[in-house]
């Protein structure tokens, strides 16, 4: 069902959630796993004391975490970190690989910046032509 599972990663705990599930699944369906991260144009201002470095470093650490939990579970990974818009760029890499599914967490921004950015998630749903998984961040109470 599936050969090729898309995970993008930001780094946050809500990722590494959405991350399990891709894990859980790549490991029944024998496919291989693709991590993302995204550094997004909109934060390397030349104003902001974080360095283009500084983002690298967060994003090989963000995709490495991910590769140790599919290393662990004998899935194939493999690990990409890209520049851009971040809800595009995901649906770019995941149309190059042909994802056949997107898993990602729900949350990664939050108030005012959420506001005016809008949810990466909800716009990959609505870009991805691959199903998309939304993973909230954590189980709610029934």
């Known amino acids: 069902m599936f050969d090729h599972i898309l995970v993008p990663t930001d780094g946050s705990t809500h990722a590494e959630r959405a991350a399990e599930y891709a894990v859980d699944l790549a490991a029944k369906y024998s496919a ?13 201002h030349a ?16 995709v490495e975490v991910i590769a140790e939990l599919a290393a662990a579970r004998d899935v194939p990974v493999e690990t990409e970190i890209r520049v851009g818009l971040p809800a595009e760029t ?53």
């Open 32 to 44: 291989a796993l693709h991590v993302l991260y995204v550094v997004d144009v909109r934060t390397t």
């Open 47 to 62: 104003d902001t004391p974080v360095t283009d470095d500084d983002l690298e470093t967060r994003g090989e650490a963000a």
């Open 90 to 142: 995901i649906v770019d890499y995941s149309d190059e690989r042909n994802a056949d599914l997107v898993v990602m967490g729900t949350h990664g921004t939050s108030g005012l910046e959420r506001y005016l950015i809008g949810s990466v998630a909800e716009r990959v749903v609505r870009l991805s032509d691959a199903p998309v998984m939304c993973v909230p961040p954590v189980p709610r109470d029934t």
